[in-house]
DNA sequence: TACGGCATGCTTTTT
DNA sequence: GCATGCCGTA
């Protein structure tokens, strides 16, 4: 026991042997949170404080609780079990599983991800014959979505006008449409959770008696049904210790509901006295810390910290002008090349950018120059088109009401089931008030019909594999649906092939690790509705080669919680990060600097920042002013490898690229400058649109145009020799 | 029913 | 620039 606390500061050691009470952690960038976390549980065990089933951790991603178990079982040489360490969502599905019949779900409940939730919304709006101009899919989603997470259910919504009461009607049927098919989506599982323990009394009482000790990590990203989810469990009698661990400065998620704002109330709420402040960093040299400290300090609003090392100043942080972007990316991967020449791993280097739409310029010059690289983001295991259609096969044979995925695959491989034929399907769904699959045998009643055909093959299935392991489940399924056969066929198959087949082999290690667990079977397909639900929770990690030494390319949000030796943060322009959509309002701009922070605080020893003049995006090129946050950077720590030049100077003429590399092609179109002493970034005032930025310039003369963004008032092209404009200051 | 051609529209995305 | 989505034709 003294040798886990022997290695903790003061500050960590406070938090770690923290008495029982309520506790918020402020734990910067690189602090050891994780660590804390873990030394805390072990601590809370190892002195007798309480028993493993005591114990509550909620994490965010499976990654990190997986992570959390693993530092554990280092830690402690009793067994863990009996510990609820899980995602929130996990957490939920793992009660409501438990707690089926309280919660009005079947067991045998599928959930939906956000592409199911998608479909299944637009499905709704089909089948209703609402016009999906009006109340496009995906901001229905995001409204249902927005609701649940604040707990409202479709009768407690405010509605004020036509458009607002049709769109509640819409939630309803969505609610109604996810009940008769037995789904639940990711925030369902979040609210129905919190229903059954705010009405249900003693499962409530159960559980506040249970948890003695609630951890939560990454608080600051939790949303406000979550923070309520928090405060009911804890709050029995006597009340649990709640222990929370966050950064209100690396708060990124705000755009999915995360509130900063929890960790203010938390503090309010549960007159939390002694804040600690987790401010040691182990990780990055001192000028990076001196520089992310400078950036985040623009900030408002903020809980207030400041990050400081034993560790050197280091090296200075080097900043680089490009032209364009491809004159960057040519810099980047000079920069990396010279990296590993100097003995770096590939591995230990990261090249982050805000929107994933920037790697392609990056993925380019990487490939052409044969250095190995590993995207991260993008398409999941279980997401990809292939896996999604066999897990479709398969929760139909555990759930026929499950209307998403049949429709997903009543003709996949196609067996001339045509839109037709769904659509009349559809509309006696609807009549009846039937699940698709319950519906077809009313349908007619002749055998025969495709349709029938295909509700036979699911009813096969489902007989021929009620007793099989459940990777011989799967691979049984693969073949009658003859999706093999389909994919053996196509020409670009084989790599679909492929992930079938480590679908069974994620149906194995599945089955396996149940095992392990000992958990009972109670139903045929039981195990294989566990998996659907581990499919759904846990995406899969990233494709990503594993163990090669490869530079990783990632955004900036996928970085967060990850470090490296080396960091280049490209792509440093106003309009791109900050990104444009955010500039105009307070909240979005600190927002982005905290983006920024995060971005800054993943360098261990070396961060480079970079930025082009002139950049392709969405098909044209765009001249952009150098990013606000490379101002927020004291001189003293920087070193520019380009010659500074005054942000948003009239040009400023171009320098001697510094090894002849870089040379430009052709003169960046818009820094020229432009007739009437106007320029691209500069502030200007039209009498309609009102005040707006140039962020583009293209033509001659009377041809001549600009592209203004006007914030509000949107993004609009003006010829110059017609629109009024007016420089601002 | 299936595929090709054109128009459209764009952040970030733990679960 | 690219991917997605809708519409028209074989």
């Not at 096969?460 to 389909?486: F, G, I, Y």
């Not at 003049?613 to 920087?638: D, K, V, W, Y």
Request: glycine content about 8%; charged content about 25%.
């Amino acid at each position: 026991m003294s040798d886990l606390l022997a290695k903790l500061n003061t500050e960590q050691l406070q938090a770690v042997t923290l008495p029982p009470q309520h506790a918020l952690i402020l734990a910067g960038a690189g602090s050891g949170k994780t660590r804390v976390l873990t030394t805390r549980i072990a601590w809370l065990l190892s002195t007798g404080q309480c028993d493993p089933a005591a114990i509550l951790a909620v994490t965010f991603t499976n990654k990190a609780a997986k992570e959390m178990h693993a530092r554990l079982g280092a830690l402690l040489p009793i067994n863990t079990r009996g510990m609820w360490i899980g995602t929130f969502h996990g957490l939920c599905n793992r009660l409501l599983r438990a707690h089926h019949r309280d919660a009005g779900l079947p067991q045998l409940f599928q959930i939906l991800d956000s592409a199911d939730q998608l479909a299944a919304i637009k499905r709704l709006l089909k089948a209703l014959n609402v016009d999906d101009e009006k109340f496009p899919p995906r901001e229905l989603q995001h409204f249902i979505n927005a609701q649940k997470e604040a707990g409202l259910r479709p009768a407690a919504v405010d509605v004020w006008d036509d458009y607002s009461r049709r769109r509640v009607e819409l939630y309803q049927e969505y609610e109604t449409q996810c009940q008769r098919e037995s789904v639940v989506d990711f925030a369902e599982l979040l609210l129905r959770t919190f229903e059954l323990l705010e009405r249900n009394e003693p499962v409530r009482r159960h559980y506040q008696r249970r948890f003695r000790h609630i951890l939560v990590d990454e608080f600051q990203d939790t949303n406000r049904l979550q923070y309520r989810w928090l405060k009911l469990l804890a709050g029995g009698e006597p009340p649990a210790c709640l222990f929370c661990v966050g950064d209100d400065d690396q708060s990124i998620y705000r755009f999915r509901g995360a509130e900063v704002g929890n960790m203010r109330d938390f503090e309010r709420e549960f007159q939390v006295t002694g804040v600690i402040r987790l401010e040691q960093n182990y990780r990055s040299h001192g000028n990076i810390l001196d520089a992310a400290n400078a950036i985040i300090r623009n900030n408002s609003a903020r809980l207030g910290k400041n990050l400081w090392t034993e560790a050197g100043a280091g090296e200075p942080i080097r900043i680089f002008e490009a032209f364009s972007d491809s004159d960057e990316a040519r810099w980047v991967v000079d920069e990396i090349q010279q990296l590993v020449r100097d003995g770096a791993l590939r591995a230990d280097i990261a090249l982050l950018y805000r929107s994933n739409a920037q790697s392609r310029v990056l993925e380019h010059a990487l490939f052409s120059a044969g250095i190995p690289y590993r995207v991260y983001g993008g398409l999941r295991f279980f997401e990809r088109q292939e896996i999604k259609h066999a897990l479709a096969y398969l929760r139909l044979i555990a759930n026929p009401d499950d209307d998403t995925a049949f429709a997903r695959v009543v003709n996949f491989p196609t067996r001339g089931i045509g839109a037709r034929s769904i659509e009349a399907l559809q509309d006696a769904a609807r009549t009846w008030s039937t699940s698709l699959y319950a519906t077809v045998p009313h349908l007619g009643g002749k055998p025969g019909t495709v349709l029938a055909q295909f509700v036979r093959l699911i009813e096969e299935l489902r007989r021929e594999t009620a007793r099989l392991p459940l990777p011989e489940l799967v691979d049984h399924v693969l073949d009658r649906s003859t999706l093999r056969d389909h994919y053996k066929s196509e020409k670009e198959g084989r790599e679909r092939l492929e992930n079938l087949d480590e679908l069974i082999a994620a149906a194995a290690n599945f089955t396996a690790e149940a095992q392990a667990g000992a958990e009972a079977l109670a139903a045929d397909h039981a195990l294989l509705a566990d998996f659907l639900a581990h499919a759904s929770l846990e995406a899969g990690e990233h494709q990503a080669d594993q163990g090669m030494d490869a530079v990783q390319l990632m955004t900036v949000h996928a970085a967060k919680g990850l470090e490296f030796d080396a960091v280049f943060v490209s792509g440093l322009e106003e309009g791109l990060f900050p990104h444009e959509n955010s500039i105009l309002e307070s909240e979005g701009l600190e927002e982005e600097r905290r983006l920024m922070y995060v971005a800054v605080t993943r360098a261990r020893q070396r961060l480079y920042l970079s930025f082009a003049q002139s950049r392709m995006l969405h098909g044209q090129t765009r001249c952009n002013l150098r990013s606000r946050f490379l101002e927020e950077i004291p001189a003293p720590l920087a070193r520019w490898l380009t010659p500074p030049k005054p942000r948003g100077g009239p040009g400023g003429g171009y320098y001697e690229p510094p090894r002849g590399a870089f040379a430009p092609r052709a003169q960046p179109a818009a820094a020229q400058a432009l007739p009437g002493g106007l320029r691209v970034g500069q502030l200007v005032r039209h009498a309609r649109f009102g005040t707006g930025v140039i962020i583009a310039a293209e033509g001659s003369g009377s041809d001549a145009r600009v592209q203004i963004n006007f914030g509000d008032a949107g993004i609009k092209w003006l010829l110059l020799g017609v629109a009024k404009l007016e420089a601002c200051a």
